[in-house]
Nanobody, 119 residues
Framework: QLQLVESGGGLVQPGGSLRLSCAASGSIFSIYAMGWYRQAPGKQREWVVSISNSGTTNYADSVKGRFTASRDNAKNTVYLQMNSLKPEDTAVYLC?????????????WGQGTQVTVSS
């Protein structure tokens, strides 16, 4: 089975920065991509970024130019560097991993880490 554990969330002032981490363990060899979603109270879950096994990244327009995803393959870990944070970035950030089980594609999810941007 696959486990995903996020860390790095916290309280930051507008304009500040945080770096989130997501460590994968278990059945990691079938992963084809990882990334992040976020969910604020009363809002739908929003896709933030994906990063493929080859390192190709795609970003939501709302974070483009401010957030950067990266990978450390030796540690089976992905990161999300968040700069120029805004109050509207406040949410629970959830790491996901897309992987193949047979011919099926599924997503696995971490428990999430809270990011609060407030003065």
């Amino acid at each position: 089975q696959l486990q995903l554990v996020e860390s790095g969330g916290g309280l930051v002032q507008p304009g500040g920065s945080l770096r989130l981490s997501c460590a994968a363990s278990g059945s990691i060899f079938s992963i084809y991509a990882m990334g992040w979603y976020r969910q604020a109270p009363g809002k739908q879950r929003e896709w933030v970024v994906s990063i493929s096994n080859s390192g190709t990244t795609n970003y939501a327009d709302s974070v483009k130019g401010r957030f950067t995803a990266s990978r450390d393959n030796a540690k089976n870990t992905v990161y999300l560097q968040m700069n120029s944070l805004k109050p509207e970035d406040t949410a629970v950030y959830l790491c996901y991993a897309g992987r193949w089980i047979g011919a099926a594609q599924i997503n696995d999810w971490g428990q999430g880490t809270q990011v609060t941007v407030s003065s």
